[in-house]
């Protein structure tokens, strides 16, 4: 769950609340967090099946649409968003989209987050499962991993503030987790056996029957159009 606070903040930098575009919207988590703050929000995804599977929103229009192909007008958008999907974009192209739909002063975030942190003995063995799967995750991962430092923005940086995603989670939260892993995935159907499996007691045993807090920080890079 993103953290409420992030999109106060990007609001916060934006001159005027019209229209916030939120790009790869997936089923729409991030678009729900901006329509509070925007008369109006478009959440377009490439994906046919996930904008089917976004909750309805009055002020939310889902549309299935590329990131470099918006369907947006010229110098309509104070906000564009991009959650943990930029490394699938054609980057140049989509930068030119960015450049086209902003107003002067509209500012564009993107953002990833990184592994998680729990405790120490925890982390050590989700990093041991990350691991084992080393090798099986999409060649873009490497993308995220370097904090989208690969990356050029299109317009005048912004040093962001500080943001993470919060959960409060039990093994069995974590573990489920793991398992929605893309090198999870991919290595089921070069294998045919969970590799998560393997680690799931000694996870159980170093996270206890308890609760525990899990934390993504979140790799945040702004910036804005000039005015």
Not at 37 to 46: E, G, I, N, P, S
Not at 193 to 198: C, E, M, Q, V
Request: net charge negative; hydrophobic share 40%; charged share 30%.
């Amino acid at each position: 769950m993103y953290p409420d606070a992030l999109f106060e903040y990007l609001a916060s930098l934006c001159n005027s609340h019209e229209l916030a575009w939120d790009c790869a919207t997936g089923n729409g988590q991030a678009a729900r967090f901006l329509a509070p703050r925007f008369d109006r929000v478009l959440a377009t995804d490439a994906s046919e099946k996930q904008i089917a599977s976004a909750v309805s929103n009055p002020n939310i229009e889902f549309r299935v649409a590329v990131a470099e192909d918006s369907g947006l007008d010229s110098d309509s958008v104070d906000l564009i968003t991009v959650a943990q999907a930029l490394h699938w974009f054609d980057i140049e192209r989509f930068y030119s989209e960015v450049r086209r739909v902003l107003k002067p002063g509209g500012v564009l975030a993107i953002w990833s987050y990184e592994r998680s942190r729990i405790t120490p003995e925890c982390n050590a063995v989700i990093e041991k499962a990350y691991q084992e799967t080393d090798g099986y995750w999409p060649p873009e991962r490497k993308f995220v991993e370097n904090h989208y430092r690969d990356f050029d923005m299109p317009l005048p940086e912004i040093e962001p503030e500080p943001f993470e995603m919060q959960l409060d989670w039990t093994a069995e939260d974590m573990l489920a987790y793991m398992r929605t892993w893309s090198g999870t995935r991919y290595y089921i159907e070069a294998k045919g056996k969970d590799p998560i499996d393997l680690f799931e007691q000694e996870l159980k045993d170093a996270w206890g029957p308890q609760r525990r807090d899990v934390r993504w920080p979140l790799t945040l890079r702004i910036c804005q159009k000039a005015t």
